[in-house]
Antibody, heavy 120, light 107 residues
């Protein structure tokens, strides 16, 4: 059973860079799309972007200028960086598994989520 | 972007009730729609994909229907474990987008 686990700092200062890593266990990353999704406290879900195991990426235009997603299949990990954060980036960040070969993705496996607070 | 709306935003129901949630897309997404259940403090859990396909392990009291721009999630007989927030998600076109959620609470 594939499991995902987010890791990274829970507190980031305004204007700095948010960095998170998702470790995939119990299965291979090959041939899947892997996404980051966030949820501000008490609000709905926002898809941030995704990466194919080969490195192809697609980002939400609302965040594209500030976001980088990368993958390291040798470590079974993929990562998220969000630059120039503000309080509006405070959210629970989830990593999730998306499509198998197919870029059209629903999310069948999720990490437990990690709360990142942007505050000085 | 494709905008997703859900109705109602909150639904009060009793155990045993039949519950229906509606999700609408701002343009056709054919059948590229998923439904998730989320409980407080937990990640969303996939219930249905491709509008009507039940994810493995999900109870058969959950069902989905629709195509194009209008979709429904039905719970045939609400159980205590079903009180939660439900989200729809389109995956026809990037960026993938979610509905605002429907909270099902106890009447």
């Amino acid at each position: 059973q594939v499991q995902l686990q987010e890791s990274g700092p829970g507190l980031v200062k305004p204007s700095e860079t948010l960095s998170l890593t998702c470790t995939v266990s119990g299965g291979s990353m090959n041939n899947y799309y892997w996404s980051w999704i966030r949820q501000p406290p008490g609000k709905g879900l926002e898809w941030i972007g995704c990466i194919y195991y080969s490195g192809f990426t697609n980002y939400n235009p609302s965040l594209k200028s500030r976001v980088t997603i990368s993958v390291d299949t040798s470590k079974n990990q993929f990562s998220l960086k969000v630059n120039s954060v503000t309080a509006a980036d405070t959210a629970v960040y989830y990593c999730a598994r998306g499509g198998h070969y197919d870029s059209r993705a629903y999310f069948d496996r999720w990490g437990q989520g990690t709360l990142v607070t942007v505050s000085s | 972007d494709i905008q997703m709306t859900q109705s109602p935003s909150t639904l009060s129901a009793s155990v045993g009730d039949r519950v229906t949630i509606t999700c609408r897309a701002s343009q056709s997404i054919t059948s590229w729609l998923a439904w998730y259940q989320q409980k407080p403090g937990n990640a969303p859990n996939l219930l249905i994909y491709k509008a009507s396909t039940l994810e493995s392990g999900v109870p058969s009291r959950f069902s989905g229907s629709g195509s194009g721009t209008e979709f429904t999630l039905t719970i045939s007989s609400l159980q205590p474990d079903d009180f939660a927030t439900y989200y729809c998600q389109q995956y026809n076109i990037y960026p993938f987008t979610f509905g605002p959620g429907t909270k099902v609470d106890i009447k």
